[in-house]
Structure formats: C-alpha cells, structure tokens
C-alpha cells in the first residue's frame, strides 16, 4: 500500500467530519459560508472533513451544486486533510460527480448506499465498480445504512478492489462484529451514527466517527475520538452524555431535525448557513429553539 492509502487509512481511524452545505436567503449555494467551519474544524484536529454528506444535505442538491460543493470544500480544505466526497443518485449522475469529485482534488470517495427501492446485492457491486473506474480509481468507502443485504454480501462489497473503508451506520453492533469478522483485513470500519454510538463501535472493532457536530462545536467531537481512542470509555461517556440535549433535537421527527438542529445551531453563534431544504424540519419549533439555545449557553457556545 503507497503511502497515501496509508495515511487515508490513519485518517478515517479519527474524525469524519461531515461538512453542511450553507444556503442564503433565498434557499440558493453560499459556498463561501463555509469555509470558517472548515478553518475551525481542522484547527480542532477533524481528521477527514466530507463533501456531500447526509449533514451536508446531498440528496436535497442537484448534481450540479453537489459538484459545486465539492469544488468549493477542496478549496477550503486546501490540502491541510483528505477530503472525502459523497457519491450517489442513480449510477451515470453517481458517475458525473464522481469524475468532479476526482477533478477536484478528493482523495476518496464515499458511496452512498442507493435508495432505489429495488436493490439487488450483486447490483450495488457493479454501482460500486463503475463509480471507481470513473473516477479513476480513487479509494472507495462504502456508506452502509442498511446491513439488511446480509453479511456475506457486505463481505462481498467489501472485497472490490479500492474499497478501503466503511461507515457503519446501522445501529446493530452484532451485525458490526460480523461483517468485520468476514471481510478482508484491510477494510477500516467507522462508526457512522456520530459519537453516541461511537462506544458501542469501538467495543467490537471499529475505530473513528462521523460528526455533524463538528460544524458547531469541533472541539467536543475531538474530546470524545481522544478519550476513545485512550481506552478511556466512561470519559466518553461522560462526554457523549454532556451532548444530550443538542442529539435529542436532532433525533425528533424521525431524525428529520437533524440537519436542522445544527443549522439553527450555526445561526445561533454566528455562523448562518441558511436553511435546510424540504423534505428536512425547518425551522425549529419553539420549545426545540429553546432547548438548543438553553444547552449552547450552558456550554459557552453563544455568539
């Protein structure tokens, strides 16, 4: 393995930091509203920033402001991480943004698990392999969201030359175990339900998470990878517990807060991104407004 793969590899072991894509008024890109979450979260230590993820609204984008996006979190990024760029949509628009994704300066790619209603096993396989080819080869990390397609499968998946890394984000730390016991040793498994679940992962093999939070408050997501990362569970724990408020906010309304709960947040201390885009809650109701407002005064996060 060259050396880039190696530090890729190191990287998804820390923080995925999955990047928001900031609107204005008008519910139109504001790239630019970026790039002092981006400045923040790598001053933090935010191991792997990502481009078009689910924080990052991706299936609420049109390809061609995905590909915008992609562009634009490079530039941010600016060589000081790996960037990770999300890829999916039916296979020749995953195609597209997986060459502009490439052109821009990704050093991997991370695919979605598709949403079609009639998936087949050995057809996300072929998706997987024609994604790569397009972008020229670009290490893969598979996004899993639902481990219903069976371990064998996902040991499968996890066999396609340039498949280096999965997100598991699917709360069943069993099936977690089991698909890393099947699979081929040099797949690096991350947790990808943010650092509430993040224990649970570490128990049975995972290492890393993804974060939303890191747009908000970086340096929390970085106290948690570090205590987990020294073994030390119940300041995790500890640190995780400390988070409640603002992850209860985000889990109402069958998750669909989620986006928003951090987009308010970004509004709060300063920071506007805009709104989020139908089908997500926007904005906040009441009560949920001051919950959040409530728990980032008590933790000195107000503007």
Not at 185 to 201: K, N, R, S, Y
Not at 250 to 271: D, H, P
């Amino acid at each position: 393995m060259d050396t880039s793969h190696a530090q890729l590899r190191q990287a998804l072991t820390g923080i995925s930091g999955i990047l928001v894509t900031p609107f204005d008024a008008d519910g139109e890109l504001a790239p630019t509203r970026q790039k002092p979450l981006v400045d923040r979260a790598l001053a933090a230590g935010v191991h792997i920033p990502v481009a078009n993820g689910n924080t990052g609204e991706f299936y609420a984008l049109t390809v061609e402001e995905a590909e915008v996006m992609v562009r634009a979190a490079a530039e941010h990024v600016d060589g000081r991480a790996p960037l990770l760029a999300g890829i999916g949509r039916g296979i020749k628009d995953a195609c597209r943004l997986a060459r502009a994704s490439a052109a821009a300066g990704a050093a991997a790619l991370m695919i979605h698990q598709p949403p079609d209603p009639f998936v087949a096993p050995r057809g996300i396989a072929d998706y997987v392999e024609r994604v790569r080819d397009a972008a020229g080869g670009l290490p893969l990390v598979l996004y899993l969201r639902n481990d219903a397609i069976g371990t064998g499968a996902i040991a499968r998946l996890c066999a396609i030359e340039g498949v280096v890394g999965v997100k598991w984000a699917t709360p069943n730390p069993q099936k977690l175990a089991e698909a890393i016991a099947a699979s081929p040793e040099h797949i690096v498994w991350v947790g990808g339900l943010a650092g509430g679940w993040a224990p649970a992962f570490y128990a049975v093999g995972a290492r890393g998470f993804t974060s939303g939070l890191i747009n908000v408050w970086p340096e929390r997501s970085v106290a948690i990878h570090a205590a987990l990362e020294a073994g030390d569970y119940a300041g995790a724990r500890r640190l995780i517990a400390g988070m409640k408020a603002f992850e209860d906010i985000r889990a109402e309304e069958m998750s669909g807060a989620n986006v928003t709960g951090v987009k308010a947040a970004l509004q709060l201390i300063g920071r506007d991104c805009g709104a989020t885009r139908p089908p997500s809650a926007w904005p906040l109701t009441e009560s949920q407004s001051a919950a959040l407002a409530a728990f980032l005064r008590a933790n000195g996060l107000l503007a």
